[in-house]
């Protein structure tokens, strides 16, 4: 039985994990390319939450019945407009603040995520929203006999290849095209890209785009696997893949995947074999513990300021 416990739980972290990786890669693609952590960035996955639920219902209402089709278009459109949130939010909250302190954006990112919540909280209400399951189903892996299994349901398993192939293709992009060497320049140095003829608006500005659309697909399978959503789960939920980012190292994008699963374990298994109500305090602990020993993150560079 404490197999069948441990497979569970480790299918629940790995779900997690993933949920928390997609969303801190907005964090450590921002923090990577201006040096500024996005507050916002959790009310941006909030908001794709909301938008995956009014798509849904509009579609189905327009009789499309094919749960792929219908989870396809769900995702199209709502990366769509999240990304327009995010770049609105580069545009509005950072832009015009670029060559302010550094604390200044800090403040206006906390400004606009306070608006955001409170925008859908009058636009939608406060109360919990829910949507109805669209691919229901689950994969089972019998043990010793038909009565031990571990369960992964399809939604679960599309939120872990969501998370891997996400994650591969940002990889690819950063290091193996021309946008990627642009926007490794712009980390480096922005005055001497821009010098070189890299428009370092435009690649910030696509930076928060890419950011918005990983938060975007989390929060349409996320919503889809959990069922309902409010509009202060952009908070929690942001917090936490801050933190992944941190733990991983951030600036790193296989860090903010390392850092979520890590994160997402960890919560897992204490929940299902010491307590519940304490799984955020063990999860923070490990935090804590990697940054007393390795303040950069696992996979994080020290930074190295020149005099």
């Known amino acids: ?31 990577g390319i201006i040096g500024m952590i996005n507050f916002a960035h ?5 908001i794709s939450a909301y938008l995956s639920a009014i798509f849904l219902a509009v579609i189905t209402a327009w009789g499309v019945s094919s749960a792929p089709v219908v989870l396809l278009l769900v995702l199209f459109l709502t990366i769509f407009i999240t990304a327009l949130y995010g770049w609105s939010i580069e545009r509005v909250a950072y832009r015009p603040l670029r060559g302010s302190t550094r604390l200044a954006p800090l403040i206006s990112a906390i400004g606009i995520s306070l608006v955001l919540q409170d925008y859908v909280r009058l636009g939608q209400g406060a109360k919990s929203q829910g949507v109805p399951p669209l691919i229901e189903g689950s994969f089972r892996f019998y043990l010793d006999n038909p009565e031990h ?6 939604i679960q398993s599309l939120i872990i ?8 293709t940002l990889h690819y992009l950063m290091q193996k095209t021309a946008l990627g060497r642009a926007c490794r320049a712009t ?46 789960v952009g908070f929690v939920t942001g917090i936490k893949a801050f933190t992944a980012a941190v733990l991983g190292g951030i600036g790193s994008l296989p860090g903010a995947m390392l850092g979520g699963l ?5 919560e897992s298994f204490f929940s299902g074999f010491i307590n519940t109500d304490y ?13 007393i020993f390795k303040p950069s993150g696992l996979l994080g560079v020290a930074e190295v300021e020149k005099v």
């Not at 299994?149 to 399809?154: E, H, V, W």
């Open 262 to 266: 890590i994160l997402g374990l960890s």
């Open 149 to 154: 299994y571990i369960q992964i349901s399809i």
């Open 42 to 46: 959790g009310e941006v996955y909030m």
């Open 187 to 232: 980390q480096q140095d922005r005055i001497m890209a821009r010098l070189l003829g890299v428009d370092t608006d435009r690649i910030i500005s696509i930076v928060f785009v890419l950011g918005s659309a990983m938060a975007a697909i989390a929060g349409v399978l996320v919503t889809l696997n959990y069922g309902s959503f409010d509009f202060h």
């Open 161 to 168: 290849l969501a998370s891997l192939v996400g994650m591969g």
């Open 1 to 31: 039985m404490d197999l069948i416990i441990l497979g569970q739980q480790l299918v629940n972290g790995l779900v997690l994990g993933s949920i928390y990786g997609l969303i801190a890669v907005g964090y450590t693609m921002v923090y």
């Open 279 to 291: 799984k955020d305090v063990f999860a923070f602990s490990i935090l804590v513990l990697v940054l």
